[in-house]
């Protein structure tokens, strides 16, 4: 009986992570939102975690934008030509995608990149925060381009921006069914364009804390800090690349609305 009893307390001692001597790590914790200042509920107007990393992004912005290119040079200093490098990049990315009709909205874009790619590289400095992990921001920037390319495109061109529903090209009787099947793909852009940057940069930073705990254990502690080391390499890659391919849906869409006939 007391054999019983003793293998009943390992095995729930082991089903709740061992906490006599375990090996216990919660990947999730360091995306939970958390108030700056107390230990409150989080309302509607509670100064957060969250608050204070897209705070620290938008000054990283305007230090590199503003400050880095106030004294603007012919021989150009590390931050001038940083900047100028991001300004270029962007500006042919949107004249490439869009034409020059949608170069008007390049202030727009050039702010959605920096902002997504300061938010996702200060992620990756330890006991940071990752805004951009989180699907209420990046659902919110989403819904920010859908809602105005939406609009946009019927500014613009009326009715006939339902043409980009109507696939003229293809057999009359295809049309209709191309024609909903273009309507559900339309309005689940914001969806996929919301989830791709999260869940990216979610699963990096989980697999990462997962292999900081393993790290522990003096075994694997050699395997768990190169892998480590792997995968915050490859994560500083996903940052800039989830920057680049949100920001290039958003000009994919935005020449949608500018031109939307197939």
């Not at 990756?124 to 819904?143: C, K």
């Amino acid at each position: 009986m007391a054999t019983e009893m003793e293998a009943a307390q390992g095995a729930d001692a082991a089903a709740h992570g061992g906490e006599a001597g375990g090996l216990v790590f919660h990947p999730m914790d360091q995306f939970i939102v958390k108030p700056l200042f107390g230990h409150g509920e989080v309302g509607l107007f509670t100064i957060t975690n969250v608050t204070l990393w897209m705070l620290i992004a938008i000054l990283g912005i305007v230090a590199m934008m503003v400050l880095g290119t106030s004294r603007r040079a012919v021989i150009p200093s590390r931050a001038q030509s940083v900047a100028e490098l991001v300004y270029g990049f962007i500006y042919k990315m949107v004249e490439d995608v869009t034409g020059k009709e949608g170069l008007r909205y390049f202030p727009y874009i050039i702010t959605l990149f920096l902002f997504i790619v300061f938010a996702n590289f200060l992620g990756l400095i330890p006991m940071s925060f990752t805004v951009t992990s989180h699907f209420a921001v990046t659902v919110v920037l989403a819904l920010a381009v859908f809602v105005g390319v939406t609009a946009l495109g019927f500014i613009k061109n009326g009715k006939s921006f339902l043409s980009l529903f109507w696939v003229s090209s293809a057999p009359l009787a295809l049309r209709p069914i191309l024609a909903v099947i273009e309507v559900i793909s339309y309005f689940v852009r914001p969806v996929s364009h919301s989830i791709r940057l999260a869940g990216n940069l979610m699963a990096g930073h989980a697999v990462i804390k997962v292999f900081a705990g393993f790290a522990a254990l003096a075994v694997v502690s050699p395997l768990s800090i190169v892998a480590i080391t792997a995968m915050y390499g490859l994560e500083v890659m996903v940052a800039l690349i989830q920057a680049y391919v949100f920001t290039i849906l958003t000009c994919v869409y935005l020449k949608d609305a500018l031109h939307p006939h197939h």
